[in-house]
């Protein structure tokens, strides 16, 4: 069931949105990056495999920051990180989801049915939505379904003459294949980001130490394969200039095809795999906010929930609107980038956290990282945000920046709270 939980997390939004995307800056091996982005990946799971099966109690990476750096700052930086990624994650797959899978349906401009999906979401949040395990199967088995539909059919095409496989091994003739990999690399690294939030269920897991790696590095090596075989179907099926034209690229894979899969069956299953990835994320974002005003980190209206439902409704409402305001501010790849961005300071703080905390040691067995695979992860770490353009860099600076005051705003009303105790 953690394998499970963790693949759902993992499958899904990422590649249903942005093949197109990779394809566009790669050409047509976009089976290289995500293969790219799987190592990467898989290097930084390594240390939260280390991490999580060592305090099993621990919570996630802000915990993690605080036991190895002891700064509540660096703790609340790496806290408010996870929480604007997912604010902003959610953004994006909002755009992704009223873009040409959601003009099967109803055709509608992409900002206005971002802003009514995220309205939705929000309000569905409110009310108190409560994902369980087995609801998440039940998503998961839905998208999984849906690449696998990608890649039968298009060897349905190529089994009666359609498609063009050399274009599965052709980079795009007007980049360098080095740094076109790298570029797509940090699109598709997008793609398996989720994994981390698997640390906030360890408390659930009899025997972490031993289960925990298992489900961790097996549903990423199966994401991984799964996302490569997909990537090389569209590539095969449509030249990569077609799939980076379409915001409904794996719909546009499916059509050419030819296979006799409804379009509406097909955009309706992406549309399930993006929406439970936006709500799931919100709810993610809204919980950790509340969390951190009950832990001082947010001012205190941060805690404030609805009298009957008990849902944290301030914060609820406060990422629904920044993430509303988002969808204004740039395109589908722009936000994964700045989701990657910032996720990527909070993969740096654990992998050099694991280094740090090696000198705490503990008194049942767990999970051991070669020392070299948690250096190797915090160097694949910088490579990625050395590939950032300068608009992400900017975004994702001021979206810190407003961390940093809002941490500032917190103390000084904190301070001025117990002074005005005292009295």
């Known amino acids: 069931m953690l394998f499970l939980f963790i693949l759902g997390d993992v499958l899904g939004a990422g590649i249903y949105a942005l093949v197109g995307e990779i394809a566009g800056e790669v050409g047509g ?9 799987l190592l990467m990946a898989l290097l930084t799971a390594a240390s939260y495999a280390e991490l999580v099966t060592k305090y099993p109690r621990a919570g996630g990476s802000a915990v993690f920051a605080e036991r190895a750096y002891k700064r509540p700052v660096v703790s609340f930086l790496v806290g408010f990180c996870m929480l604007a990624a997912g604010v902003v994650s959610a953004s994006g797959l909002a755009l992704a989801f009223s873009g040409d899978y959601l003009g099967t349906f109803i055709d509608v401009p992409p900002e206005l049915g971002a802003i009514v999906f ?7 949040n409110a009310r108190g939505i409560k994902e369980s395990v087995s609801a998440n199967l039940v998503m998961t088995m839905i998208e999984t379904s849906g690449l696998v539909l990608v890649v039968v059919a298009v060897a349905v095409f190529m089994s009666g003459g359609g498609g063009n496989v050399s274009r599965a091994v052709s980079f ?3 980049s360098s294949p080095v740094v076109a990999v790298f570029g797509a690399a940090l699109l598709a690294y ?3 980001v989720g ?4 640390a906030n269920v360890i408390e659930e897991v009899r025997d972490p130490s031993r289960v925990y790696p298992k489900a961790l590095f097996g549903s990423l090596a199966v994401a991984g394969v799964l996302y490569m075989l997909v990537g090389t179907a569209a590539s095969i099926a449509l030249s990569s200039d077609e799939l980076s034209e379409s915001s409904g690229p794996l719909l546009a ?7 006799a899969v409804p379009a509406w069956l097909f955009s309706l299953i992406a549309l399930i795999a993006v929406a439970n990835g936006a709500l799931l994320t919100m709810i993610m974002a809204s919980r950790l906010a509340y969390g951190m005003g009950n832990q001082g980190l947010l001012p205190s209206a941060a805690t404030r929930v609805l009298p009957n439902r008990r849902t944290p409704w301030v914060t609820i409402a406060s990422t629904t609107l920044v993430a509303m305001a988002l969808t204004a501010t740039g395109s589908v790849a722009t936000l994964a980038e700045t989701v990657v961005l910032l996720l990527l300071f909070v993969f740096v703080s654990t992998n050099a956290a694991v280094l740090v905390l090696r000198r705490d040691p503990v008194t049942h067995e767990h999970f051991h990282a070669w020392t070299a695979v948690p250096v190797l992860a915090v160097i694949s770490c910088l490579v990625l945000l050395s590939q950032q353009s300068a608009d992400v860099w900017l975004r994702g600076g001021l979206i810190i920046a407003v961390g940093v005051a809002l941490y500032a705003l917190t103390k000084a009303m904190r301070t001025r709270d117990r002074a005005a105790q005292s009295d």
């Open 190 to 192: 997008y793609s398996f």
């Open 29 to 37: 091996v976009t089976w290289v990056p995500m293969l790219v982005a």
């Open 195 to 198: 994994f981390e939030t698997s």
């Open 253 to 259: 894979v499916v059509e050419e095809t030819g296979v």
């Open 118 to 124: 995220l309205a939705l979401i929000g309000a569905l």
């Open 172 to 174: 795009d003739a007007d």
